[in-house]
């Protein structure tokens, strides 16, 4: 029988210079040559995967931990294991994976979940050391399909002093990480979770806010520092969003940002927004994005307060006349309810918007 972490063989080194095993070494893939598919898998995983009468428990494959986690179904096994796992079971998986096995792991289809798990039931001890055997690689496992997961949920559960060494490894790297499948991930997750003071690399995030709300994956991390971050760190980034505001609008992903703005930003900003959008509401309100700015506009505005003021009121008259049957009702709906107290202003504004609807 082949010994724990034997069917690996010697570790490659991935394209970004930290430790892999090679794609068809692994256990339980699908390969073209299934004889060497089998011949690399142990006894023990050929009685698991089928065996299926059997109670297997977590000491029955104890030392060979490393290949079950590389297999799709040993590695779901030991998930669901740890779950309710004795303090000595998690501890011999433990001793199993790291240091030795922990980077291949976290980098694999299959394993990446397993050291996840280790991560969610683990002492705060062993979620140390696990973190430890990453660090030095943080940003080559950030932009990696699988290691990215595995540095989101450390995130959650390390120490704020280790939080903020994976931090540092990245803030060289932040905007390549931004606009990376997966490191932007990585990056809205460092900002949800660890302290404002240690987040420097917000500041490289200034004089790229356009760049980045035009961005696919730049639009949600911007939304993030504006949700989570306090105002002395997102105050430059919105003053500089509010200079290209119009074109923001029209943008298949600069809009998410507006909306954003609209709907969790301060009044003083949302009223920015608003005021923009007079004299540009009937073209904007035909654009296939900026529409979506305005419909949010209209539903997050104080209507009383457009009701009553004759800029704002004539966009309201404008929304209801190019509004589609879905948004009209939306807005009736909102304003319908003041109609009554409008009633009492004999002002031109509130009588041409009753007209109109």
């Known amino acids: 029988m082949l010994h724990n972490g034997a069917m690996y063989g010697h570790a490659a080194l991935n394209a970004h210079g930290i430790p892999f095993y090679h794609q068809n070494a692994r256990p339980g893939r699908r390969h073209d040559n299934s004889e060497a598919t089998l011949a690399l898998r142990s006894p023990l995983l050929d009685e698991f995967r089928a065996n299926k009468t059997r109670k297997w428990e977590l000491r029955d494959i104890f030392g060979y931990v490393v290949e079950f986690s590389g297999d799709q179904h040993g590695s779901r096994f030991i998930q669901q294991k740890l779950e309710t796992a004795t303090s000595e079971e998690k501890q011999i998986v433990f001793d199993e994976i790291v240091p030795h096995n922990a980077l291949q792991l976290i980098q694999d289809v299959f394993g990446n979940y397993v050291i996840q798990k280790l991560f969610e039931h683990g002492t705060q001890v062993q979620k140390t050391i696990l973190a430890n055997t990453m660090e030095g690689h943080i940003l080559a496992l ?145 654009h296939k994005f900026a529409s979506n700015v305005c419909e949010k506009a209209l539903v997050t505005a104080p209507i009383v307060s457009m009701m009553k003021d004759q800029f704002a009121n004539y966009v309201l008259q404008r929304a209801l006349t190019v509004a589609d049957n879905d948004q009209k009702e939306l807005l009736v709906a909102k304003i319908r309810p003041q109609l009554v107290s409008m009633r009492r202003y004999s002002s031109a504004y509130s009588k041409h918007l009753i007209s109109s609807k």
């Open 142 to 286: 950030s932009l990696q399909m699988y290691g990215c997961r595995v540095v989101q949920k450390a995130v959650e559960f390390i120490l704020p002093e280790q939080q903020g060494a994976f931090v540092k490894e990245l803030d060289p790297h932040v905007l390549k990480c931004v606009k990376d499948a997966n490191g932007n991930h990585v990056i809205q997750k460092l900002i949800e979770r660890v302290a404002p003071e240690r987040l420097g690399f917000v500041n490289a995030l200034r004089g790229n806010v356009y760049d980045l709300s035009t961005h696919p994956y730049g639009c949600r991390v911007l939304q993030r520092c504006f949700e989570h971050l306090p105002e002395d760190q997102t105050r430059p980034l919105m003053d500089e969003l509010h200079k290209y505001m119009i074109n923001l609008m029209q943008d298949q992903f600069g809009n998410y940002v507006v909306q954003f703005v609209l709907e969790q930003g301060k009044p003083q900003d949302r009223g920015q927004v608003i005021a923009k959008l007079r004299g540009q509401m009937l073209n904007m309100a035909r």
